[in-house]
Nanobody
Framework: EVQLVESGGGLVQAGGSLRLSCAAS????????IGWFRRAPGKEREGVSC????????FYADSMKGRFTISSDNARNTLYLQMNSLKPGDTAVYYC??????????????????WGQGTQVTVSS
C-alpha cells in the first residue's frame, strides 16, 4: 500500500523560503513518478513539480522554475520541495502524489492515483 505524508508547511513572509517533505512508503519498482501539486483557495489543483523514477527527469510548472527545486532521498524514501522567493500567490495546500507506470512525457500530466493529505503553505505580504 502506498502512503504519502507531507510536512513542512507553515506561514512565511513574501520572499522567504520553506522546504516541504513527503515521506513515501510502498513505492516499489522502478517505473513511477512522484510529484508536488497544489490547490489555492477557489482555484483548481495545479502541478508544481515532479520526478520520473525511470530516468530521473524533473519537470516544473513555468511559474515555479528558478524558485522551486524538487529532490529525492531514495535512502530515506523522502521527496522534497525547496521553495524560495515565495510570493503570496504561492499560498495553497501542497500535496504529494505518486503514479505507477512507464511514460516519457511530462510527469505533471500523469493521472496520479495516490495522494497525501496535504500541507498548508501561507505566504504573507
Amino acid at each position: 500500500e502506498v502512503q504519502l505524508v507531507e510536512s513542512g508547511g507553515g506561514l512565511v513572509q513574501a520572499g522567504g523560503s520553506l522546504r516541504l517533505s513527503c515521506a513515501a512508503s510502498g513505492l516499489t519498482g522502478d517505473d513511477y513518478a512522484i510529484g508536488w501539486f497544489r490547490r489555492a483557495p477557489g482555484k483548481e489543483r495545479e502541478g508544481v513539480s515532479c520526478i520520473r523514477s525511470t530516468d530521473g527527469y524533473t519537470f516544473y510548472a513555468d511559474s515555479m522554475k528558478g524558485r522551486f527545486t524538487i529532490s529525492s532521498d531514495n535512502a530515506r524514501n523522502t521527496l522534497y520541495l525547496q521553495m524560495n522567493s515565495l510570493k503570496p500567490g504561492d499560498t495553497a495546500v501542497y500535496y504529494c502524489a505518486a503514479f505507477f507506470g512507464t511514460s516519457y512525457s511530462n510527469c505533471l500530466d500523469y493521472k496520479y492515483r495516490y495522494w497525501g493529505q496535504g500541507t498548508q503553505v501561507t505566504v504573507s505580504s
